[in-house]
């Protein structure tokens, strides 16, 4: 199988960006830029997103007892492009509140949520992050997309 070819087939889902935010007592507050959040269980509130084997963060976002989830509004992709940077996960301060677990959310989001790390799954190159919802908020904002590796945004409605 070829990896450029599975790669782009994988990128033929369209989905949202989300900044994972977390304080970690050693390296401070965090934000990396993730495409794989995902919805998993109503009862009770679970949600997953999946963190690369090798990230330079994967111990802070994997042994964190809490973690922020914003997904970002369709005028913040110069967020997640700068939190898909190596080496530039140290979050600007200015953007963020902190909730009251201590993880950092963005001020400004489609939306928020506020987890509790409620199980970790090692499979393949990655691991899937399972967070229990202990708080969340939505708003009436655009959502920001990526699709087939490139950003995008919702077309205008047309009713
Ligand atoms: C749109 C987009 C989505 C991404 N989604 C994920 C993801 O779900 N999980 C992940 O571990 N990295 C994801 N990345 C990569 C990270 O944001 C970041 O580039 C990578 O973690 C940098 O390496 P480091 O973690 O060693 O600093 C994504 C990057 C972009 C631009």
Same mark, same amino acid.
């Given at each position: 199988?070829?990896?450029?070819?599975?790669?782009?087939?994988?990128?033929?889902?369209?989905?949202?960006?989300?900044? %994972?935010?977390?304080?970690? !007592?050693?390296?401070?507050?965090? +934000?990396?830029?993730?495409? /794989?959040?995902?919805?998993?269980? &109503?009862?009770?509130?679970?949600?997953?997103?999946?963190?690369?084997?090798?990230?330079?963060?994967?111990?802070?976002?994997?042994?964190?007892?809490?973690?922020?989830?914003?997904?970002l509004c369709a005028d913040q992709q110069a967020l997640s492009s700068a939190?898909?940077?190596?080496?530039?996960?140290?979050?600007?301060?200015?953007?963020?509140? %902190?909730?009251?677990?201590? !993880?950092?959310?963005?001020?400004? +989001?489609?939306?928020?949520? /506020?987890?509790?790390?409620?199980? &970790?799954?090692?499979a393949g190159d990655h691991h899937i992050v399972i967070g229990e919802v202990?708080?969340?908020?939505?708003?009436?904002?655009?959502?920001?997309?990526?699709?087939?590796?490139?950003?995008?945004?919702?077309?205008?409605?047309?009713?």
């Amino acid at each position: 199988m070829s990896s450029n070819e599975f790669r782009n087939a994988l990128g033929s889902f369209t989905t949202g960006v989300c900044l %994972i935010t977390v304080d970690d !007592a050693q390296s401070g507050a965090l +934000a990396l830029t993730a495409n /794989s959040f995902s919805s998993l269980s &109503l009862e009770p509130p679970l949600v997953l997103w999946n963190i690369q084997n090798d990230s330079d963060c994967f111990r802070e976002y994997t042994e964190c007892a809490h973690f922020g989830i914003s997904i970002l509004c369709a005028d913040q992709q110069a967020l997640s492009s700068a939190y898909a940077r190596k080496d530039n996960h140290d979050i600007a301060q200015d953007d963020f509140i %902190i909730d009251k677990y201590g !993880a950092p959310l963005l001020k400004r +989001a489609v939306a928020r949520f /506020s987890c509790k790390t409620f199980q &970790l799954v090692a499979a393949g190159d990655h691991h899937i992050v399972i967070g229990e919802v202990m708080a969340f908020d939505a708003h009436d904002e655009s959502p920001l997309l990526f699709s087939r590796g490139s950003y995008d945004q919702l077309a205008p409605r047309s009713d």
